[in-house]
């Protein structure tokens, strides 16, 4: 079978600076990941200098998402090779394991982790109460790369429907990134799903925060125009409020048009498009 | 009631499964609207002609679901299409019966077709072969949600949903699918997905 760089005209380094595009952006392409980082691997391993050993992270983890095994495995174990006392390459193990859904295994993994290194005891009750096995281990991984821990711990949470505890995660992430326009969305959204004026509020003003750190984060745009919507409806809100919702839900409203008008100009979609204008009259104000 | 999956109904649903296959998704099934109703309720079965991909991920925050609801339900009348189920495919490591998300979200569905449907999509049987359907549906009947057995009934034609969707899989035409998030990410994005029902006619 034909190379990817027989069949693409590319050479090792395009490949290589591929795969550093995609961990840059945080791109989950896994399959494309699996092909091109295989094929490095196995070919090119010698030119990759330190590169090696992140591009072998990236392949691991690609390769669970694909079920293959094999390949995350022979990953892992050059890590292991290479790093022999990384916590790091320690929480990949545990992540294979749990992909492999040996939980049970998982769970001893950590424990010995934790047992190695009891500094690395996580204090906070949000974890206490953590319901479901790949939940633990998941916050047990938190003294490696904790962004990224907290992260995907609050979208356990949210998948679980505990909102207030997908909040607490996101706060944290607000806090030690609080130009990270996503984190601010994101918490946006878990307030609105909990509901009530309170968090309808707040929700409204982490969308508006979201969009003056990234005026183009559509879910921003349209979490404002709907909590300024929904606020404006509402029968309990005094009239001043009710204006002054009425005001930003209509300000989103216009930005939203804009948007979709540039990018239909930039584009030729057409009908798609014209169920949107109806779009605004949904809430009756 | 009884429902039937055309072809490019079932074939997206499995393309968007498919292409994100670490992560639950989800998405609405849309049938041609009738002006016929039968008095005793017993019609021909209903066909859904389409699905839209909604998100893939967290499926269980609220604002951008309604967004989706609103807007597609537009796109719905403006095409005289009504929305009369969802489909959910969960992470492969848990099982396949309708969530809370999933009953909420057909709760919603409810009220403008009271017959709708839940399809869940079992992702841990997803093979390039198709050689079985790999989708649950459940039906509403004395308020819970119960498990249809599916036969080929439950498709329009179910060799041909077999052999377009194994194609498209093969091609690795997830890759262009677009769900509502990607809609979100890009407004480019178009979540009808003209390419695909095109590829999806040209092999029919």
């Known amino acids: ?285 | 009631m009884h429902i039937q999956l055309t072809s490019q109904a079932y074939c997206k649903m499995l393309l968007h499964t498919a292409k994100y296959p670490h992560c639950a998704v989800n998405g609405l099934l849309v049938a041609e609207k009738t002006k016929e109703k039968k008095k005793d309720g017993h019609g021909g079965p209903v066909l859904c002609v389409d699905c839209v991909p909604l998100f893939h991920g967290t499926l269980a925050l609220a604002p951008m679901l309604e967004v989706a609801l609103t807007l597609i339900d537009s796109w719905c009348k403006e095409n005289n299409y009504v929305i009369v189920g969802y489909y959910q495919a969960n992470e492969q490591t848990q099982d396949s019966r309708p969530n809370q998300v999933a009953q909420k979200v057909a709760a919603r569905i409810s009220e403008n077709f009271n017959e709708a449907v839940i399809v869940m999509v079992d992702s841990s049987r997803l093979t390039m072969s198709c050689f079985e359907p790999i989708v649950f549906i459940y039906d509403h009947v004395e308020n819970k949600w119960k498990n249809r057995e599916v036969t080929t009934d439950a498709f329009e034609d179910w060799n041909e949903a077999q052999t377009i969707t194994s194609a498209l899989l093969v091609g690795r035409s997830y890759e262009n699918l677009i769900d509502f998030d990607n809609h979100l990410d890009d407004l480019r994005n178009d979540w009808t997905n003209p390419a695909i029902n095109k590829s999806v006619l040209d092999l029919c």
């Open chain 1, 1 to 285: 079978m034909a190379s990817l760089s027989e069949m693409y005209d590319v050479g090792w380094e395009e490949m290589r600076d591929k795969l550093r595009k995609w961990r840059e952006d945080n791109c989950r392409n896994s399959e494309q990941i699996v092909d091109v980082g295989e094929e490095l691997i196995s070919e090119h391993s010698s030119k990759l200098g330190d590169d090696i050993w992140i591009i072998y992270e990236q392949v691991m983890i690609a390769a669970l998402d694909c079920s293959r095994d094999d390949l995350a495995l022979t990953c892992l174990q050059e890590l292991r090779k290479q790093f022999p006392d990384s916590h790091r390459v320690k929480r990949l193990t545990g992540m294979r394991l749990e992909a492999l859904e040996r939980y049970d295994d998982a769970n001893k993994h950590y424990d010995a982790i934790l047992q190695e290194d009891p500094t690395n005891t996580v204090g906070s009750p949000a974890w206490l109460a953590a319901p479901r096995k790949n939940v633990t281990c998941l916050c047990l991984s938190r003294f490696v790369g904790d962004q990224e821990a907290w992260h995907e711990l609050s979208e356990l949470y949210i998948n679980e429907h505990d909102y207030g505890k997908a909040a607490f995660c996101l706060e944290e992430l607000m806090m030690t990134n609080p130009h990270n326009h996503l984190y601010c969305e994101q918490y946006a959204e878990v307030k609105y799903t909990q509901g009530g004026m309170e968090n309808l509020e707040l929700a409204r003003k982490y969308f508006a925060q979201a969009l003056r750190l990234n005026n183009r984060n559509m879910r921003a745009l349209f979490g404002l125009y709907m909590s300024a919507s929904h606020i404006a409806a509402s029968p309990k809100v005094s009239a001043k409020v009710k204006k002054d919702n009425i005001k930003y839900a209509a300000w989103a409203a216009a930005q939203i048009n804009r948007a979709y008008k540039v990018s239909i100009e930039m584009s030729y979609l057409d009908s798609t498009f014209h169920c949107f204008y109806s779009f605004f009259f949904f809430i009756g104000y």
